[in-house]
């Protein structure tokens, strides 16, 4: 087992002072990927880790009647109560991500933040339109969540680090929610993937409409949820399977995931909507 130093910022400034001063940090919120993450019988940690417990600034919830700010360092049982004001049957999802216990523990910042796949959490935050605030080579930057998939995918991108600091969930007005998976669990290293699907309706018409697939990989096509909003409500059978040929051909295009398994449930979910 190798040493490590370890610090505990109990503000922001000393946060982004020891950001500034690291080249190699590693920050930890919940810490219950450590050993899940380890390959060998010896536990090897980084050099320089950086313990975000006793930081209370990313441990805040503000909610108002547009928004709810969360902190990063909230944990995931926090967020239950959190996403049961949106509607009543998104906190189900939580429940499959582990136990309780590690859910006590777990944060959501980790969570957005683990870097072997995108995990449960992220196409739930995702249909529900969610910005991310960070702080990335000294400044406050925000962005949505597909921005910062696309960031974190992107080679060419020399921001440095980005710390995430606050997740900013819109309250939407949700009138139908469909969550499912398919596969072995994503955590560590499996190869299932989550879908959620999210709508709001009005008067013959579908206002909202995002659909998020998450796994090993990220996939959402904003123009096929474009063409859904644009077709006449309540939907032909000819309209569904039109939409489910454009996603057959949007995920050709990804070439990520066996099609066969994702399909069904993506025509579950236009099918739920009626």
């Not at 109990?10 to 950001?19: A, K, V």
Request: aromatic share 10%; proline share 4%.
């Amino acid at each position: 087992m190798n040493l490590s130093e370890i610090h505990f910022p109990s503000t922001l400034q000393e946060l982004f002072q020891l950001q500034a001063g690291l080249s190699d940090m590693c920050i930890v919120a919940g810490g219950t990927s450590f050993g899940t993450l380890q390959r060998t019988r010896y536990l090897s940690f980084p050099p320089s880790i950086v313990s975000l417990s006793r930081l209370a600034e990313l441990r805040v919830i503000h909610k108002t009647e547009r928004i709810i700010s969360i902190g990063s360092a909230c944990t995931l049982s926090e967020l239950y109560d959190v996403l049961y004001s949106i509607h009543v049957i998104i906190p189900a999802l939580l429940d499959s991500i582990a136990s309780p216990a590690v859910r006590n523990i777990a944060t959501i910042g980790g969570h957005l933040m683990y870097d072997q796949a995108y995990l449960t959490l992220l196409p739930l935050l995702a249909a529900l339109d969610t910005e991310l605030e960070f702080r990335i080579s000294g400044k406050i930057e925000k962005m949505s969540l597909w921005q910062f998939i696309e960031m974190r995918n992107s080679a060419s991108d020399t921001r440095g680090v980005p710390i995430l600091l606050r997740i900013k969930i819109p309250m939407l007005a949700i009138d139908y929610f469909y969550s499912n998976h398919a596969g072995t669990g994503v955590f560590p290293y499996g190869k299932g993937i989550n879908l959620v699907c999210a709508a709001s309706f009005g008067r013959n018409s579908i206002t909202q409409f995002k659909l998020s697939i998450a796994g090993k990989h990220a996939f959402r096509d904003a123009e096929i949820e474009q063409r859904i909003i644009s077709t006449s409500y309540p939907f032909s059978r000819k309209s569904i399977q039109n939409f489910i040929r454009l996603y057959r051909e949007s995920l050709k295009r990804c070439a990520c995931w066996n099609i066969e398994v994702i399909l069904p449930l993506i025509e579950e979910a236009l099918d739920g909507l009626g």
